[in-house]
Every structure is written in C-alpha cells, then in structure tokens.
Nanobody
Framework: QVQLVESGGGLVQAGGSLRLSCAASGRTFRNYVMGWFRQAPGKEREFVAAISWSGTRTYYADSVKGRFTISRDNAKNTVYLQMNSVKPEDTAVYYC????????????????WGQGTQVTVSS
C-alpha cells in the first residue's frame, strides 16, 4: 500500500515557475514507477510526465516537453515536477500516481493516486 500526498500548487503568472512535490509513504517507494497527471476544468485527466523507479528514464507529454522536468529522490520518498515557462493552459489539478509493474506509463492504470494539488496560471 502506498499513500501519496501532493503539495506545491498555487497561483503563478504565465511565464513563471512552480515545483510540485509528491511525498509517498512506504519503504518500497524506490521500486515504483511514478507519474504526474492533470485535469483541467471540463476536461479529461491527461498524462503529464513519468519516471522510472531508478530515475534513469523519463517520459513527457508533448505539451510540456522542454518546459517541465520530473525527478525523484528515493532517499526522501519524493517525486517532483518542476514547471517552467508555465502557460494558462497548464491550469489544472495535478495528480501524482504510483505503480509497481506498469509498463504503459502514459496511461491511467496506476494503482495508487494522490488527492491532487491545484495549479492556476494567470495570463
């Protein structure tokens, strides 16, 4: 069982930066693939980024590639999403997800999900 708690959301101006954190419980965090998803008002939840258990492989949605960076610190049981050059269309609730065996990391079949953190980008 893994519990995930996101933090770091808030209001930011377009062009600014924000760093989201996702703290995970459990001693086996280092074994989990971690992902970030987001859901904008009136839209489906969508994939943003994912990172392998070792941190050596990362995956990004085309819409955030080059602007967002996913990373993890297994010693702190935490995964991060650094958001740079944010745009109003990045406004959404951002969710952290975890799974031990997922291979299709851009899909939403992760076993564990956090409650989400709101990110609002003003123009």
């Amino acid at each position: 069982q893994v519990q995930l708690v996101e933090s770091g959301g808030g209001l930011v101006q377009a062009g600014g930066s924000l760093r989201l954190s996702c703290a995970a419980s459990g001693r086996t965090f280092r074994n989990y693939v971690m992902g970030w998803f987001r859901q904008a008002p009136g839209k489906e939840r969508e994939f943003v980024a994912a990172i392998s258990w070792s941190g050596t492989r990362t995956y990004y949605a085309d819409s955030v590639k080059g602007r967002f960076t996913i990373s993890r610190d297994n010693a702190k049981n935490t995964v991060y999403l650094q958001m740079n050059s944010v745009k109003p269309e990045d406004t959404a609730v951002y969710y952290c997800a975890a799974d031990l065996r997922i291979t299709a990391v851009t899909t939403q079949v992760y076993a564990y999900w956090g409650q989400g953190t709101q990110v609002t980008v003003s123009s």
